[in-house]
């Protein structure tokens, strides 16, 4: 790789170098390379902050991310979980997406058409609201347990007869829960001993063959590719490709059934089996070591030109006295503002969640406002979070006449 000119903000590094007493969570090999870290951000992202004062003064956390060449896995080296809290306060839906719920819905009936996944028990771990369990249940005629420590009751009473939720972690003490699918959706980036967690998983199983197994999760190697900056937050401490998942289910005692790219290519989702013992590779998109290392290898060059043309691009929109604002409240937002350390810059953050509206970003402070608000904001740039999300927040603007240029990461 040639040499890169780096201009980035304070506390942000982009070098790489040898961490040889590392042991990497996901294969237990020694030996893991950082290549990239930022200091002090947010230790969450999606904790309801109910004053700019709280939301500048909640406690921070460095990230340094680290590769293993053994299996692909990257993680945060300097993650602490004990910093996290994962409570009601917690709000990670994103359920008031028409996009995202089309999406959800369309996946359900895809596992429930394909598994025949009908009078069935689902056990959803880290359910959040409950909201893709719910779904499962209604479309399937299914019973669901879900547990999450995040879960709010008030959210969804209409499911209370055919859903036990439980508000806590997932965890040995609940191995004796029996079911025929095992749902996780985008819980096990949150989790650092990710080996542990698996192989807790599949002793809760026993002798049971026929269990469904279901997770999705974001798929890092877009995330290297696009030098995606704004999908690197501390609250995600593990990063998988397809590869890397694939190893770790195998690993860990589970043959894979299918694995594959969602969602515009952002999620993987992957269903297996409990097997024996560790499995063997039978799936062409798990061979990617050499995709993943050369994209791991063109990261810096790409985060570094990332970085640099959003610190251009707002820096112009602010010398021509243009109002800006951000589309998107959740961890994408969260890790944009503090990566690039815009605080004063950007003065609100657009949500269509309702929970959100008058709460404030955590680390930069923005204040957290509906779409209706921009009709007398009158924003003339709007940076959203997610591309996949255009057409829609388009909508949205023209329904309340909006004229606003869309500028999408």
């Known amino acids: 790789m040639g040499e890169v000119t780096l201009n980035l903000p304070k506390g942000v590094s982009l070098d790489i170098f040898e961490q040889p007493n590392q042991t990497c969570p996901s294969c237990n090999s020694k030996g893991l390379s950082a290549f990239y870290s930022v200091d002090e951000i947010p230790v969450h992202s999606c904790l309801l902050m109910s004053s700019r004062e709280d939301a500048l003064q909640y406690p921070s956390g460095n990230l340094q991310l680290g590769f293993c060449p053994a299996c692909g896995f ?9 910093l996290h809290n994962y409570s009601t306060q917690y709000e990670e839906t994103q359920g008031f997406s028409a996009c995202f ?6 996946l359900a009936q ?7 996944i009908r009078n069935k028990m689902i056990l959803e771990i880290g359910c959040g609201k409950g909201e893709f369990l719910a779904l499962m249940c209604q479309l399937g005629e299914n019973q669901g347990i879900g547990i999450d420590p995040a879960y709010v009751p008030e959210r969804n009473p209409d499911v209370t007869s055919r859903i036990e939720f439980i508000q806590d972690f997932y965890s040995e003490k609940y191995a004796h829960l029996k079911a025929d699918v095992i749902c ?16 807790t998983l599949r002793r809760a199983f026993g002798d049971r063959r026929d269990t469904l197994v279901f997770f999705e999760l974001p798929d890092v190697m877009r995330v290297l590719r696009e030098g995606a900056f704004w999908d690197i937050y501390y609250e995600h401490c593990t990063y998988f490709t397809a590869g890397s ?10 043959e894979i059934d299918d694995l594959y790219l969602d969602y515009d290519g952002q999620y993987l989702i992957i269903t297996a089996y409990p097997a024996d013992g560790p499995t063997s590779m039978s799936l062409d998109i798990e061979n990617d070591m050499e995709l993943l290392t050369r994209a791991f290898e063109e990261f810096r060059e790409k985060c570094s030109s990332q970085i640099d043309y959003w610190r251009s691009t707002i820096g112009q929109i602010i010398a021509v006295e243009q109002k800006l604002v951000i589309w998107g409240s959740g961890s994408k937002g969260v890790a944009f503002l503090t990566t690039l350390k815009l605080i004063k810059e950007i003065e609100y953050i657009v949500d269509i969640n309702p929970y959100k509206h008058v709460k404030y970003m955590p680390g930069t402070g923005q204040e957290i406002v509906s779409p209706q608000f921009l009709t007398e904001y009158n924003p003339q740039k709007i940076i959203v979070m997610n591309p996949i999300y255009c057409e829609e927040i388009q909508r949205d603007l023209d329904s309340l006449s909006i004229k606003a240029d869309l500028l999408a990461v």
């Open 184 to 199: 996780c959706r985008h819980t096990l980036e949150h989790i650092a001993p990710t080996w542990e967690f698996m192989q």
């Open 74 to 82: 990257i993680t945060n080296t300097c993650f602490d979980p004990s």
């Open 110 to 116: 895809r596992l429930i058409d394909k598994y025949d």
């Open 245 to 254: 998942l694939a190893r770790l289910f195998r690993a860990t005692g589970f």
């Open 101 to 106: 719920n089309a999406f959800t819905k369309s």
